[in-house]
């Protein structure tokens, strides 16, 4: 790892970048702002960002086979013509929109979309959906926070975190039928004490990506930093970040070496703001072990 490359994309800042996604046949990076409300194109050598203004939050996006993208928004899914900014509806949502969103969600080899949700009350009525042609199935029900979707590099195991349980868990994955096995806690993370200053806290698994040696780089929210973790499930890297929240990993760029982490601003003290200039800012870092093309959704 390079820690000294570590910086900005651009000046361009967001409340709440997400999904950030190296596009497998463009070749460039997309993310979400969720509450800005926007999906984001950061083409290199630009000074800002080209911007899709979305009338919900996107929680996730997805390459599209065929072009474009799939935005899983608030109130259901679309496919977005990046070429022409056209955005059709595709599926609503299977939950009350007044009370969940779609959070992180990234399509399995077939090219099924699995998007966690997240409850906006922070209650455990947020589910894990397999959506294809033949619509949305809740695979995980009971989750808070729907978070950190990856695949081992062959395929055979599922992870996906809740951020509010503080834990990663891992699931075996049938990759022909869409199947998941029994549901294991596979990474628990301590709880924030709240005697204790936030600098204290690691923070909470947010999202995460899983590069070609199937370890797992998870974002911790509030923690300041990024993990990298065996399969075994031991921390054998840490990326310490000038900025509190990060929220999701992606490996791309040309050798796949390039290391895209999507940050927060949103709801953040003034003073922490003041100190960390970077904080909404799509950060870049190189690392040496790079990471896997992104499946295109069949949607
Ligand atoms: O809205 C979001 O917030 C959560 C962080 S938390 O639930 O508030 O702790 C973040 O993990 C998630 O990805 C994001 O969409």
Redesign the pocket.
Known sequence: MHTDDLRPLNDHRCL?G?SPLWHPDEQVLYSVD??GRQVLRWREGTDAPDVWPMEAEP?CIAARQGGGLVVARRDGLFALDTQTGRLSALAPPPYDPAAQRY??GKPDAAGRLWVGT?SDA?RPEAALYRIDAGGATPMVQGI??G?GLAWSPDGRTLYASD??AHTVYRQPFDGATGALGPREAWVQFPERDPAQPLAAYGG?P??AAVDAEGCYWVAM??GQRLLRLSPKGEVLQVLPLPVR?P??PCLGGADGRTLFITT?RDKRPADELAAQPWAGAVLSVRVDVPGLPAHRCRL
């Open positions: 709440l997400e969720i509450p929680g959070n992180d997240l922070r808070t926070v978070n951020t509010k909470r947010d999202g929210f509030e929240c929220t999701m927060a």
